[in-house]
């Protein structure tokens, strides 16, 4: 059973336009939500957090969006930019960093120019 | 930001070797480590988290006679995948998280190919 699910594989946006990746859970322990990014044959790299006190955390170009009653978040990157392609994971876990994590599938970013 | 390293970042051995995968916190210490093994295209999937000093604790299905993790120092946790076969081929990442920090750092991974 999927406790975080990214159910896009694929998304394709257009360079400069607003990139909206979405993710569920079902597991209602989560208190923390991160996304990470990556490309193959590397390791994740940290984007962006939130925790479950807050329904919006911004840094930069990336703000994420947590609506618990949905148990849904989101990613808006704005304006997307050609090295925003990658794989985008969404990961959750409870109490922070001494929890292992649990990720969704990820979803491919494609920024077109 | 925070440097985790992992070595070797690609290995190559015939069925029924062992091998040894470091992972190492650079500039940091990290109270927790963390191994996660990722199949093509699929997730990353947590097996196990280690403490320094202390005995990991494995993900269920998860075989700990397989995977043997060692955590000896706070910047230094290995994995040894035992008596390897070709379903172990995989992608092998650690992470480090420090204490009072919610994010976890990863390391770049190990690519794994049983013969």
């Known amino acids: 059973d999927q406790q975080v699910k990214q159910n896009s594989p694929s998304l394709s946006v257009q360079e400069g336009r607003i990139s909206i990746l979405n993710c569920d859970y079902t597991?209602?322990?989560?208190?923390?939500f991160l996304w990470y990014k990556k490309y193959p044959a590397e390791g994740p790299t940290f984007l962006i957090s939130?925790?479950?006190?807050?329904d919006k955390n911004e840094d930069g170009r990336f703000t994420v969006f947590l609506n618990k009653s949905a148990k849904h978040l989101s990613l808006h990157i704005v304006p997307s930019q050609p090295g925003d392609s990658a794989v985008y994971f969404c990961?959750?876990?409870?109490?922070?960093?001494?929890?292992?994590?649990?990720f969704g599938k990820g979803t491919h970013l494609i920024i077109q120019p | 930001g925070a440097v985790v390293s992992q070595h070797p970042s690609r290995v190559i051995c015939k069925s029924g070797t062992s091998v040894k995968i470091e992972c190492r916190s650079l500039?940091?210490?990290?109270?927790?480590m963390f191994w996660y093994r990722q199949f093509p295209k699929q997730s990353l999937m947590l097996m196990a988290t280690?403490?320094?000093?202390?005995?990991?604790?494995?993900e269920q299905g998860v075989e700990k006679d397989k995977f043997l993790i060692n955590h000896a120092s706070l910047t230094l946790s290995t994995l040894t995948v035992t008596s390897a076969h070709p379903e172990d081929s995989s992608f092998y990442i650690c992470?480090?998280?420090?204490?009072?920090?919610?994010?976890?750092?990863f390391g770049p991974g190990t690519r794994l190919t049983v013969l």
């Open positions: 992470s480090a998280s420090l204490a009072g920090l919610d994010e976890q750092f």
């Open positions: 597991n209602s322990m989560f208190d923390y």
């Open positions: 939130i925790s479950s006190i807050k």
């Open positions: 990961a959750a876990n409870v109490g922070g960093g001494a929890d292992g994590l649990t």
């Open positions: 500039d940091f210490q990290a109270t927790t």
């Open positions: 280690s403490n320094e000093g202390s005995k990991a604790t494995y």
